[in-house]
RNA sequence: GCGCCCAUCGUCUAGCGGUCCAGGACGUCGCCCUUUCACGGCGAAAACACGGGUUCGAUUCCCGUUGGGCGCGCCA
């Protein structure tokens, strides 16, 4: 259950993505892990971009990661690394391995390694470099050439990478061939550049996804072979989509933009994604703290989970519902760049529309699960009159409620005291008088004055419409 | 093809040999509350993939089958 850390140890982590594309939700659920890890252990967690392959990795890719992982709250200390510019360091140390023989030069072409695969593939033989440079002389390197450089695997015995998450994992050694380290361009490939850096860097535990749990026994031999300790290792299972296919653009693996734009809030977002793999007992809901008070290694699931949106949705209305009024209005309202509209309503948004905003917010936060939804049940206080009537509202004004509109205007007109207890007393007498349930006079009254069949309550809403805009909006209905 | 990983309600999961005719959450379906919609409350249906072992006893341990996933680049 418990989980220290070694004693005199301060854990470090990293978050090491690759900037060929937008921050994904598998990504930020890494991060995540490896956030909570380090905070729980009052350690550091690190930030690299793994940028080493210029062709692929874009400037605009490395802004939306660390967008992406601010706005989920996930800080990280110092300043993000840039793996492309250690290059240097990187040849370095092949330098020294090449100089104790643990690397040699390959001069095997693309072309014909591709042929060698093709090969395999088709005895049905495993896919693998056959070392045909391992051994040879350089003297007999064609000319023009230039070479990789490759690993000097060990081809007996085997590599057991003991894993938080997974247990320990055995391969055989054969079953390993010897990785490029460096290509032939000189520049430095995943495989060399991860454990350099992570070395460097300190990282005390590795924390990514399952994808990587092969490439772990293949960078071990990369740490044993420069003499290096192996870090703590914890591969955790991938999200699959809501169709248990591997989560890709396709399906549901959005940026992590996107559900800031979908309304969710971070802390429900980070809430959502910590249970996929990672449990306690029955417990659902967790604030930062508390996720960091509780957050460990050995409760991480070992299978695959998929994303369900609808838990996400429910998760965050949650959040909203418990967010104090005023801290969901400023949510609201920092998010309204991002949101539908929500530009469009932040322009409109002075001082007496705040007002009124954190009036209705009890009442709107109710029934609303993501704040698009909170902003679209907000609209009828932003509307202007005469108000646009949707289907449901429509109805309800044909259908008997115009001629309660009617009957009741003059009543209001007579409210002193404009309040939702004095509103509601005459609404309540009228309907007595009529026979009539309170519902079906107070839906013509809610059709009029928010142009839906949902809103907060109805005396509610007219307290905060005020009784000017109030009563404009009913005569507006009632007097077609 | 070869290697590795995984397998409890539709979904996320609890379970670490007997407390399980399997618990919680989302979703679904009823009922209640009610001014609509929500929220909330109560209740229901819903799962240990299959086959062998081990054991006095398997959801829990082992093996196999099936099904999924990942990897097998001079990508990361």
């Not at 409210?415 to 839906?443: F, M, N, P």
Request: aromatic residues 8%; charged residues 25%.
């Amino acid at each position: 259950m418990k989980e220290p850390p070694p004693p005199m140890t301060k854990v470090v982590t990293r978050f090491a993505p690759s900037p060929t594309g937008f921050l994904h939700i598998g990504g930020a659920r890494t991060a995540l892990f490896n956030w909570l890890y380090a905070r729980r252990f009052d350690g550091t967690f690190l930030l690299r971009i793994e940028d080493t392959d210029r062709e692929r990795s874009t400037k605009p890719a490395v802004d939306a990661i660390i967008d992406g992982l601010t706005w989920l709250g996930l800080k990280w200390d110092g300043e993000a690394v840039s793996q492309f510019e250690r290059a240097a360091r990187h040849r370095e140390v092949v330098d020294e391995m090449l100089a104790s023989g643990n690397a040699y030069r390959c001069y095997a072409t693309p072309q014909e390694l591709q042929e060698m695969r093709e090969k395999q593939r088709a005895e049905g033989k495993p896919m693998r470099y056959d070392g045909r440079w391992r051994d040879r002389d350089p003297s007999e390197a064609p000319p023009g050439v230039a070479p990789v450089i490759r690993l000097r695997a060990r081809q007996d015995g085997e590599t057991i990478v003991d894993d938080k998450v997974q247990g320990k994992v055995t391969f055989a050694n054969k079953e390993l061939d010897d990785l490029v380290l460096l290509r032939s361009d000189g520049g430095p490939t995943y495989m060399l550049a991860v454990v350099v850096d992570d070395h460097d860097m300190g990282v005390t535990h590795i924390i990514r996804g399952d994808d990587h749990l092969t490439n772990a026994a293949r960078q071990m031999q990369i740490y044993q072979a420069l003499g290096w300790d192996i870090p703590v290792m914890a591969h955790i299972p991938l999200i699959h989509g809501p169709d248990g296919a591997k989560l890709s653009k396709r399906h549901g693996a959005l940026g992590v933009d996107a559900y800031r734009a979908l309304g969710y809030l971070p802390a429900a977002l980070r809430n959502y994604l910590v249970r996929l793999g990672w449990s306690q007992g029955d417990r659902e809901f967790f604030s930062t703290e508390e996720m960091i008070a509780a957050f460990d290694l050995s409760s991480i699931g070992r299978s695959p989970s998929r994303f369900d949106f609808v838990k996400l949705e429910n998760m965050n209305g949650h959040f909203m519902r418990a967010m104090p009024d005023g801290e969901l209005m400023v949510a609201l309202i920092d998010s309204l760049p991002y949101l539908n509209g929500g530009p469009e309503i932040a322009a409109k948004l002075d001082e007496s529309m705040r007002v009124k905003l954190a009036a209705a917010m009890p009442g709107l936060k109710e029934r609303a699960k993501t704040l698009v939804e909170l902003l679209d049940g907000a609209g009828f206080l932003f509307a202007q009159r005469p108000l646009g009537l949707d289907e449901r509202a429509r109805e309800i004004i044909a259908n008997g409620g115009r001629e309660h509109l009617a009957a009741l205007l003059p009543r209001l007109r007579a409210v002193a005291d404009w309040t939702s207890a004095a509103t509601e007393a005459v609404v309540r007498d009228y309907a007595l008088e009529h026979g009539a349930k309170l519902g079906q006079i107070a839906q013509p009254l809610r059709a009029a004055t928010t142009g839906r069949a949902t809103s907060p309550g109805i005396f509610d809403v007219l307290a905060v419409l005020g009784r000017e805009e109030s009563l404009g909006r009913l005569a507006d209905q009632a007097t077609r």
